[in-house]
């Protein structure tokens, strides 16, 4: 394939409600040129598992094999989940709240990306819609396509660490908007909100009479001056449907295990045919394995503060390194530093290269040259941005940073 011609042999859909992280990266993956000798380095998915520097506790994986062992949950689960794994994350997650849940509050998912489609399906209804972060996770676009729930998007300032822009929801909300999302620590910038922010949303969200969804898949994640605060600190203001999992904490993402949480101390989503509901919904979903939620509260209880320390460390080393080096390429910037999660938003100023239109065409001519692998910000609805994940060793991020620096100046567009 020409290089000139990437865009025009391989198809890329960007509307909001078709687009996916994975099958954009499928594609890239795709244009790879095999017959290079380079290695192939992604910094588009966020799995830090394909990096040997980060791995899971050695607890959580005896809680899994002696779970296998015991021969007692080869069965099937209740289908909103084990009560000893429902208890076991509402303890957890009471820890950093100023109420306490129970377990009837906890409803075990595969994944966060089905505790997601919950959250929509929950809140389906005629004419309503939903108010989305741009840039943010675009599970939510197709979600919202498939429950026929009409997305209004409200931006995120980048001038001011990626806080939600509270006058654009104020003016997008009407009597039919049934929720926001909020992602925190965020995927894709790698902000961390602040209480005094989370506060002001919770605020607003009362003002205007709908709740929030607040998606803490990255929950505790934190590697700058922030330190993370669960938006369910601020239930008795507005109710909250809390989204999170083991996968990023933990490192075990390919377990699927998520939760779907009300956050909601005054009891709006306590009442019966609330509750009816949602359990019914539940009994036509498939959750996670059972002896990976018989091995969850023996993973919360007895993993080590250590653990976590170390992840945080690698995280921010790792971040470090990807600022350093990015800010090297004249080309792409990264206005600001991330304070969490495991990815961080860099602008790209096509001013600069000769024969690039667009971030899409970046990243495909990077992946077909290079061999490296980021996301397209159009992925995430920041368009002429890419997204770059740092859950990486520090290696690969030097090397796939300086041969996107080549790449640079190979296309660099001549004075």
Partial sequence: MENGAVNQQIPVDTTSATITIKGILSLLLQNVDENDNKRLISLGMGDPTAYSCFHTTQV?????????????FNGYAPTVGLPQTRRAIAEYLSRDLPYKLT???????????????????????????????????????????????????????????????????????????????????????????????????????????????????YGHLAIGGKPFVPMGVFGSTVPVLTLGSLSKR??????????????????????????????????????????????????????????????????????????????????????????????????????LLEDITDDIEFCFKLAKEESVIFLPGTAVGLKNWLRVTFAADPNSIEEALRRTKCFYQRHARKL
């Fill in 60 to 72: 959580a994986q005896e809680a899994v094999v002696d779970a296998i062992q015991s021969d007692k």
């Fill in 103 to 217: 377990s009837d509050d906890v409803f075990v998912t595969s994944g966060c990306t089905q505790a997601i489609d919950v959250a929509l399906a929950m809140l389906t209804r005629p004419g309503a819609n939903i108010l989305l972060p741009r840039p943010g996770f675009p599970i939510y676009e197709l979600c919202s396509a498939f429950r026929h729930l009409e997305v209004r998007h409200f931006d995120l300032l980048q001038e001011n660490a990626w806080e939600v822009d509270l006058d654009a929801v104020e003016a997008l909300a009407d009597h039919n908007t049934v929720a926001m999302v909020i992602i925190n620590p965020g995927n894709p910038c790698g902000n961390v909100y602040s209480y005094q922010h989370l506060e002001k949303i919770a605020e607003t969200a009362k003002k205007l009479r709908f709740l929030v969804i607040a998606d803490e898949v």
């Fill in 250 to 351: 933990w490192i075990v993402p390919g377990w699927r295990l998520g939760w779907f949480v009300t956050s909601d101390p005054c009891g709006m989503f306590r009442k019966p045919k609330v509750v009816e509901r949602i359990k019914k919904y539940f009994d036509i979903l498939g959750g996670p394995a059972t002896f990976i939620q018989a091995a969850v509260p023996r993973i919360i209880e007895q993993t080590e503060e250590v653990f976590f320390k170390k992840t945080i460390y690698l995280l921010k080393q790792s971040s470090d390194i990807c600022c350093e080096r990015i800010n090297e390429i004249p080309c792409i910037t990264c206005p600001n530093k991330p304070e969490g999660s495991m990815a961080v938003m860099v602008k790209l100023d096509l001013s």
